[in-house]
């Protein structure tokens, strides 16, 4: 899969600008604030619906405009594939493929399998449960159409519940037949979620671990625990033990929707004790062992974004990062970059075609 060509109408920085790209290489080089991220966010909001680094649609508009419009042209197994993006301040976002629109945004996520790896990922460390989740649910989604649906579902169900919760503390009552329908449904869905999870990080870790050992020289040993409420009990035996609990907070404190990944280095915290290189060569081998895991259950290359992704690292591994993504298997990259002579240094090193854009 290649994208051809892009442009961008108030989008974030940009009044109007079309780019024509390069099949392999694309690299994006200016100081900070020029625009450079916005371009592969743009590329990332036509594979998913919205913003990487501002999900809020209304704050990815130019500012003074009224709107802002992105297409992309894609080739994918040889056809012709357009997607535009429009949103009106005030209005619903509109997401069309070949001028058809899309009537749920869910129907899009996968066509245009994709992954970024950018300084906002230190968030999957620094950060709680939940970004890690949507990590998880992310890399499942795009190649599950039924797992994006249970999740869906799930929350569906979940936000009934907890509203449902709501009104038992303000009324000191249970309904406990009522409340029983909501868990049924919760263990149903959630159930499933919980054996896809633990199914596809028994397959991703060694993966994982294999990437990471390649980018620090084999010299550490990395690993990530599932952890989640289900390894041990039925989740309708833990909805039903919670329930009083529940009531008093308001919300379901059990389920999978509490699930979490724990990182470690050398059987130690990556959050606690893990440097800043260990921790971005960590999160970079967490993204391109998504990407094998994309392109394996796709059949095609992801498009994969590397924003500002050789600061704070040492030569050797950027070295190593530049190695594992020259292969010819990797498709289509897109590199945004400070630094004009260390992009030029680090991209002679892949035998493919490139262009460069100053901005």
Known sequence: MILKSVTL????????KTIKLDPNINCFIGPNGV??????????HLSFGKS????????????G?????????YEKNLKEEVVIINFKRNDKKVIKRNNKQYERFSDHIGLLPLVIISPS?????????????????????????????????????????????????????IDNQTIHVYDQQLESIGEDIFMKRKSFL???????????????????????????????????????????KDMFLQYTSKGIHKDDLVFNINNYSVKKFGSQGQQKSLLIALKLAQFDFLKNQNKNNPILLLDDIFDKLDK?????????????????????????????????????SNSIFNL
Do not use: W
């Open 9 to 16: 109408t108030n989008y974030k920085s940009f009044s109007s």
């Open 35 to 44: 625009g450079k991220s916005n371009i592969l966010d743009a590329i990332y």
């Open 52 to 63: 990487y680094f501002n999900p809020i649609s209304s704050q990815n508009i130019k500012h």
């Open 65 to 73: 405009e009224d709107f802002f419009a992105i297409k992309g042209s």
């Open 121 to 173: 990922d230190r968030n999957l460390i620094a950060e709680g449960s939940e970004i890690r989740r949507k990590f998880l649910d992310s890399v499942i989604s795009q190649s599950d159409k039924k797992y994006l649906d249970s999740l869906i579902n799930y929350n569906k169900v979940l936000a009934q519940r907890n509203s449902l919760l709501k009104l038992f503390y303000k009324n000191k009552n």
């Open 202 to 244: 028994k397959d991703f870790v060694p993966v994982f671990k294999n990437k990471y050992k390649s980018i620090s020289n084999d010299n550490e040993d990395v690993d990530i625990s599932y952890k989640t409420d289900l390894e041990n009990e039925r989740l309708s035996v833990l909805l039903k033990n919670s329930l009083e």
């Open 316 to 352: 050797n591994r950027v070295k190593q990062i530049i190695n594992l993504v020259s292969a010819d298997d990797f498709g289509q990259i897109f590199i945004s970059d400070t630094d004009e002579e260390r992009t030029k240094e680090s991209i002679k090193e892949i035998n493919n």
